[in-house]
């Protein structure tokens, strides 16, 4: 039987300023096993990317459940969640969000001392990582100097540092050119199956259709059928 890396069930939010009260997510229930690449698809609005943080532990439930490695994770204790954050989520951001005054092994190694590993441990996963995304020849090259593509590999990189079991990626082709986004759409289909991750894709791009197993859509805060 295959293994539930993330699962989300029955999960609510609302957002409530003063006397106005805004039903994003409307008891969505879903789930994604290791080794599977799985995309959410919708409109603007639609709640996926609310859904994309509350899978990744940055927001929480108004209620409902969310579970990663089959625990449910307690949203009442903030420092539960940032220490699932640390060790079991990877994230990919649509604008990188890599330092600029930092080199690609830098900016890896930095994420890693965030999670509390440090010095020559930290600088030995970092290049394991760099080295399994193709950037063996990029370690020393600062943002500035490496391609679009290259950034978002680094970015990949920073996510796997550490081993977490899930990776959930928001918009990560969107300002790559097409030859470039399927490379690394490619690149994560592989690193999620060969890793055994668990991957969710959160986007706008058809071609992540071609390298995903299943295609979840959410409209109007609902999983659409």
């Keep these: 039987m295959s293994e539930h890396v993330l699962a989300v069930k029955h999960v609510v939010k609302v957002f409530e300023e003063g ?31 609310t859904l994309l943080s509350i ?19 307690d949203a009442s204790r903030p420092d539960r969640l940032r220490e699932v954050r ?23 190694e930095y994420a890693l001392n965030v999670k509390g590993l440090r010095g ?34 680094v970015a990949i990189a920073r996510a796997l540092a550490g081993s977490p079991r899930v990776l959930l990626a928001d918009e990560p082709t969107a300002n790559l050119d097409t030859a470039v986004g399927v490379q690394v759409l490619e690149l994560f289909r592989d690193l999620a199956r060969q890793e055994q991750k668990g991957l969710i894709i959160v986007t706008h791009d058809p071609k992540v259709r071609e390298i995903a197993d299943a295609v979840v859509g959410i409209r109007d805060g609902r999983l659409a059928a």
């Design 120 to 153: 020559k441990a930290a600088r030995q996963e970092a290049l394991r990582v760099l080295e399994r995304v193709g950037l063996a020849d990029r370690l020393h090259f600062l943002p500035r100097d490496l391609s679009g593509g290259q950034k978002q590999r």
């Design 86 to 108: 640390r060790r079991s989520i990877g994230f990919v951001f649509q604008q990188y969000n890599l330092f600029p005054a930092l080199s690609a092994l830098e900016n890896v």
């Design 19 to 49: 006397a106005h009260r805004v039903e994003v997510l409307r008891g969505v229930s879903l789930h994604v096993e290791a080794g599977q690449v799985l995309a959410l698809e919708g409109p603007s609005g639609s709640g996926k990317t």
């Design 55 to 73: 899978m990744g532990c940055i927001l929480t439930p108004t209620s409902g459940e969310v579970a990663v490695d089959g625990e449910p994770v």
